[in-house]
């Protein structure tokens, strides 16, 4: 290829060239006809001026080829950044979206969260409620059998009292006292024990001072000075019950009775211990 400064020089021939040829016939010749049917035609000035036109026709096109190139070139670079833009911006646009349904799932979940947390808050008021409740249930049945249990005392107390007027009422209508005398000393001893609800014990009693004394008011232990029906040691003892206690059965048997209480607890205890010792 010619160098470009050589283009120019003959470019300006050229030129200069074509000016005589747009006056000789030969050019007039050369009108719509290609290069290769006019070459013969001109002489060596004009073709030399033919050739520099179409090396410089080519050079032109060639670079105007290249600067399409380049410019394609460019517009596909632009292109491409283009597409790589948008391929970023739709990427961050995914993460974006990405973060925000994890964001929204951990709102969701914290909103789960926070409302298990109310209802559990909410079942642990109630149950507080509850037990508070139950235990003012609890204290008032407390409070219920405490007054239960005071009114069946209340009520045992007033039987209990009723119960001890009535005997005490039966045995000064009744019974013969310290002062009295009475010709059944074991009927009226039955009498006694009856009154006292201990009506099952007579059998005790009765085998006890038969053995002693034989239900006698007057027995007498000549070598212990044991004497009366309970055989009472000394009998002058029989005296805290009535001053008749020599004579009287019903105020020996009454004392007999009061000895058996506060020392054994009951007739057939004295019996037991009788039977054991030989002696009560």
């Known amino acids: 290829m010619t160098h470009p400064r050589s283009l120019l020089v003959l470019a300006l021939t050229a030129t200069s060239l074509a000016g005589a040829l747009s006056t000789s016939p030969s050019a007039s010749a050369a009108d719509g006809r290609s290069p290769a049917q006019v070459r013969p035609l001109l002489t060596s000035d004009e073709e030399l001026a ?96 405490q007054a239960t249990q005071a009114a069946a005392q209340a009520a045992q107390a007033q039987q209990s009292t009723q119960a001890q007027q009535s005997t005490q009422a039966q045995q000064s209508t009744s019974q013969p006292t310290a002062g009295q005398s009475t010709g059944d000393p074991k009927g009226y001893a039955r009498q006694l024990l009856s009154s006292r609800g201990e009506a099952d014990q007579f059998g005790c009693l009765d085998s006890l001072w038969g053995r002693e004394s034989g239900w006698q008011v007057s027995a007498s232990n000549a070598s212990s000075g044991a004497y009366g029906i309970p055989q009472a040691l000394p009998g002058s003892k029989m005296a805290s019950v009535g001053p008749d206690w020599q004579s009287n059965a019903a105020t020996q048997i009454q004392w007999g009775l009061g000895y058996i209480d506060g020392r054994y607890g009951s007739p057939c205890a004295a019996w037991s211990h009788s039977q054991a010792n030989g002696w009560y």
Do not use: F
């Open 50 to 145: 033919l050739d520099v036109q179409l090396e410089m026709a080519a050079a032109h096109r060639h670079l105007v080829i290249q600067q399409v190139a380049a410019r394609l070139a460019a517009a596909r670079a632009a292109a491409a950044q283009q597409a790589a833009l948008a391929a970023e911006a739709q990427r961050v646009a995914q993460a974006v979206a990405e973060q925000a349904a994890v964001q929204a799932a951990s709102d969701q979940r914290a909103a789960q969260a926070q409302q298990a947390a109310a209802q559990a808050q909410q079942a642990a008021a109630q149950a507080q409620q509850a037990g508070q409740a139950a235990a003012q249930a609890q204290q008032a049945a407390a409070q219920a059998q």
